[in-house]
């Protein structure tokens, strides 16, 4: 079974512009959470979304937004781009609506690199 | 605040012995606690869980204890092999903002098993 694809696998984007990131949870998961990884540090939760309602947000501002899909896709929207989102952004599923009593599954990540 | 450190942001150990790496926090009382392994360019990989009321998991080379007294996980790696080289994440489940639940990471420890 294919795990968690995350697209595009490499991005870069100057100040003030906008980005899309794409996520598919590995088939039958119905949670999908976002996170941002700065170069060495671990994960920073941003989003999480089960049955396509937004079910936990990070410390994070509203430049940054999700949503997901009816087939449990998901989106992750960044505006108005800033040198220090430049980051690793890793997507993970899992099956039900728990995060920390699961495993995350996590996909290998869009870098995002602002110039 | 809330804190989770990873102590010795990086270990070498010679193969064939075991590799000890601890996870401490503040402020939190966890219910769950999660050890991750990332390879460069890759998204973390799952590798156990631990509950608040278990003291200790075991899965093949790999065992985790965790002290809710002293706030403290440890994880083994016996009989390690090069292998094993990679940065290892512990994550904690606490409640976020709504009452969501989210994965919170340490910094990671990058392990170095060298032949």
């Known amino acids: 079974d294919a795990g968690v694809t995350q697209s595009p696998t490499h991005l870069i984007k100057t100040r003030g512009q906008h980005v899309t990131l794409r996520c598919s949870p590995i088939s039958g998961h119905k949670s999908v959470s976002w996170y941002q990884q700065v170069l060495g540090q671990g994960p920073q939760f941003i989003f999480q979304y089960y049955e396509k309602e937004e079910r936990g947000r990070g410390n994070f501002p509203d430049r940054f937004s999700a949503r997901q899909f009816p087939n449990y896709s998901s989106e992750l929207n960044v505006n108005a781009l800033l040198l220090g989102d430049s980051a690793l952004y890793l997507c993970?599923?899992?099956?039900?609506?728990?995060?920390?009593?699961?495993?995350?599954?996590f996909g290998d990540g869009t870098r995002l690199s602002i110039l | 605040s809330q804190k989770i450190e990873q102590n010795s942001e990086a270990l070498n150990i010679q193969e064939g012995k075991t590799a000890t790496l601890t996870c401490n926090y503040t402020?939190?009382?966890?219910?769950?606690l999660q050890w991750y392994r990332q390879d460069p360019g890759r998204g973390p990989v799952f590798l156990l869980l631990?509950?608040?009321?278990?003291k200790e998991k075991r899965k093949e080379r790999l065992k985790v204890t965790f002290d809710t007294t002293l706030k403290q996980s440890l994880f083994h790696i016996t009989a390690s092999q090069p292998a094993d080289s990679a940065t290892y994440l512990c994550a904690l489940d606490r409640i976020s903002s709504g009452s969501a639940r989210q994965l919170t990471f340490g910094s990671g420890t990058q392990l170095t098993v060298l032949p």
């Open positions: 631990i509950r608040e009321n278990e």
């Open positions: 402020n939190y009382s966890p219910a769950y």
């Open positions: 993970a599923s899992s099956p039900g609506t728990g995060v920390g009593n699961q495993p995350q599954h």
